[in-house]
């Protein structure tokens, strides 16, 4: 460079640069899901962006969440009828407050388990349908295969991003902690049932079973229609290059992994900002008692009337200030020390996402879990001692007044999130680059095969050894009718 003259040198330095920043750079092809998925989807999807990725989203006609232009992705658009919106999630919602506060009942939670079933069977319906569009419409599926894609994003709880990475022949990143079937561990490592708490063991949907049974055989069936029947729609879920789990184990509870299991938990969280403001005014005229802030989500607006009331009337008995994001209906009890407002993330349904934040945060949280894994996102803070649980059917004003008090007031609660947030903090690497060195690795290296264990391909018994315990009782002289087991495995 020295015998560079100026200008030569300038332009040999750009040349350098501009070389060293768009190796590692790939296109990445995104099939997200909707809600709060997609916010915390778009989070990553910002950051790639800004190392230079090119991202292209696969939305619908439809798309509830997903904005229809952004600066920092392109679009591609499938032809959909129907869609996972807010009617869809509003006559869901309708049906689990009924049931629920009908009281605790075993027909109740029958009820409530069919309704939640009956709503994912369709939603997953839903989604077959859009890829049977996707993978019908030529012109799409021809462009998209000359785009050459390095990689498919998508989030497995819903399947049409790991089919469409079969189609293109392209490897596989997730941003999960859903699979159709239940927790994405329990898809790829081994889960000792003697100490892994099966998840949906709360109010929210127990029905492993029935989702592998039921939802996955729509899934086979696009499967099978485009790639042939002896594609496996189970293996190609299983067959991710790398999984990047939305928990840590700050969060989560202790328990065997796979090496193409990457954690990422709370990648999402970053220091305070200054509040708007608006916000800031009113927060600032608390004073000395602090601010508590309510939301029940993305997918919820609004909760039942009576309960609303019930909530303002004990929020307006406190000294706090208090920020609740509420729609709808305003409640008639609300205190002058209420803000309702449109849009505020916090602490209280038990979504992932909001959960995240109140660990990074170090905020402990009262919790009213409404569904999916929200009672057992919750139930992890409890076991800590950073959470109260009070129940969609028993919450009332006296018993929401008792447990926000005794949240305030007994200092464990506060000096327990915030042993988790300092625990959550200390990682060699924020877990957003750890992802994003992870998506650029399967990039450089097309894959990370190396890193994933082929066992879920193994016949049931062959897993479990049973064929070499069997084969050995056999040559024992114990079994004979063991034939069948071995002749299946070997
Ligand atoms: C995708 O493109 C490759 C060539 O780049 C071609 O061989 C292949 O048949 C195409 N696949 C589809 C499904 O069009
Ligand atoms: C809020 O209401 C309380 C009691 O209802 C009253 O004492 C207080 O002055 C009110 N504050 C404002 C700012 O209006």
Same mark, same amino acid.
């Given at each position: 460079l020295i015998f560079l003259h100026k200008p030569e040198k300038v332009f040999f330095i750009f040349l350098i640069s501009f070389l060293w920043n768009t190796c590692d750079c790939g296109k990445i092809l995104v099939v997200p899901l909707e809600g709060s998925h997609w916010i915390n989807m778009d989070i990553m999807i910002k950051a790639l962006h800004s190392h230079g990725h090119s991202i292209t989203v696969v939305r619908t006609t439809k798309s509830w969440y997903i904005q229809g232009n952004s600066e920092y992705y392109n679009l591609v658009t499938v032809n959909v009828e129907e869609a996972f919106d807010h009617e869809f999630m509003k006559l869901i919602l309708e049906k689990i407050f009924a049931l629920e506060r009908r009281g605790g009942s075993f027909t109740t939670f029958a009820g409530l388990q069919l309704e939640m079933f009956t709503a994912m069977y369709n939603l997953h319906g839903i989604i077959c349908k859009m890829a049977r569009s996707m993978f019908t419409d030529e012109d799409l599926m021809k462009r998209l295969n000359e785009t050459k894609y390095?990689?498919?994003?998508?989030?497995?709880?819903?399947?049409?991003?790991?089919? %469409?990475?079969?189609?293109?022949?392209?490897?596989?990143?997730?941003?999960?902690?859903?699979?159709? #079937?239940? *927790?994405?561990? %329990?898809?790829?490592?081994?889960?000792?049932?003697?100490?892994?708490?099966?998840?949906? #063991?709360? @109010?929210?949907?127990?029905?492993?079973?029935?989702?592998?049974? %039921?939802?996955?055989?729509?899934?086979?069936?696009?499967?099978?229609?485009?790639?042939?029947?002896?594609? !496996?729609?189970?293996?190609?879920?299983?067959?991710?290059?790398?999984?990047?789990?939305?928990?840590?184990?700050?969060? *989560?509870?202790?328990?065997?992994?796979?090496?193409?299991?990457?954690y990422m938990g709370g990648f999402q969280c970053k220091p305070a900002k200054p509040l708007p403001p608006h916000l800031e005014n009113f927060v600032q005229s608390s004073g000395e008692h602090g601010v508590i802030l309510m939301s029940m989500g993305t997918f919820v607006d609004e909760v039942p009337n009576d309960m609303t009331d019930q909530i303002a009337a004990a929020f307006a008995k406190?000294?706090?200030?208090?920020?609740?994001?509420?729609?709808?209906? !305003?409640?008639?009890?609300?205190?002058?020390?209420?803000?309702?407002?449109?849009?505020? %993330?916090?602490?209280?349904?038990?979504?992932?996402?909001?959960?995240?934040?109140?660990?990074?945060?170090?905020?402990?949280?009262?919790?009213?879990?409404?569904?999916?894994?929200?009672?057992?996102? @919750?139930? !992890?803070?409890? *076991? !800590?001692?950073?959470?109260?649980?009070?129940?969609?059917?028993?919450?009332?004003?006296?018993?929401?007044?008792?447990?926000?008090?005794?949240?305030?007031?007994?200092?464990?609660?506060?000096?327990?999130?915030?042993?988790?947030?300092? @625990?959550?903090?200390?990682?060699?690497?924020?877990?957003?680059?750890?992802?994003?060195?992870?998506? *650029?690795?399967?990039?450089?290296?097309?894959?990370?095969?190396?890193?994933?264990?082929?066992?879920?391909?193994?016949?049931?018994?062959?897993?479990? #050894?049973l064929d070499v315990i069997i084969f050995v009782l056999a040559r024992e002289g114990l079994f004979d009718y063991t034939k069948c087991c071995i002749n299946s495995s070997l």
């Open positions: 390095d990689l498919v994003l998508t989030d497995p709880a819903w399947g049409a991003g790991i089919m %469409l990475a079969h189609f293109l022949k392209i490897p596989l990143v997730y941003n999960v902690r859903w699979i159709t #079937s239940g *927790e994405g561990h %329990l898809a790829i490592a081994p889960s000792p049932l003697s100490y892994i708490p099966m998840t949906g #063991s709360g @109010l929210s949907d127990k029905m492993d079973f029935l989702q592998r049974f %039921l939802i996955d055989p729509q899934y086979q069936a696009v499967c099978t229609e485009f790639f042939g029947a002896e594609i !496996r729609y189970r293996h190609l879920l299983q067959g991710a290059d790398i999984w990047l789990m939305r928990v840590d184990f700050v969060f *989560e509870f202790p328990r065997p992994t796979m090496p193409n299991v990457v406190l000294p706090q200030k208090v920020i609740w994001k509420h729609k709808g209906y !305003r409640p008639t009890t609300l205190g002058n020390n209420t803000l309702l407002v449109d849009w505020i %993330l916090f602490v209280a349904h038990g979504g992932t996402n909001g959960i995240q934040e109140a660990i990074y945060h170090g905020v402990p949280v009262v919790g009213i879990p409404l569904f999916f894994d929200q009672y057992d996102n @919750l139930l !992890r803070l409890k *076991e !800590r001692g950073g959470a109260k649980i009070l129940t969609l059917s028993t919450v009332d004003e006296d018993n929401f007044l008792n447990s926000v008090k005794e949240v305030l007031s007994d200092q464990s609660y506060r000096e327990n999130m915030q042993r988790l947030s300092r @625990l959550h903090r200390d990682q060699p690497i924020h877990p957003l680059d750890n992802a994003i060195f992870w998506i *650029e690795f399967v990039i450089r290296h097309k894959g990370a095969a190396h890193l994933r264990s082929e066992s879920y391909k193994m016949p049931l018994c062959a897993y479990n #050894s």
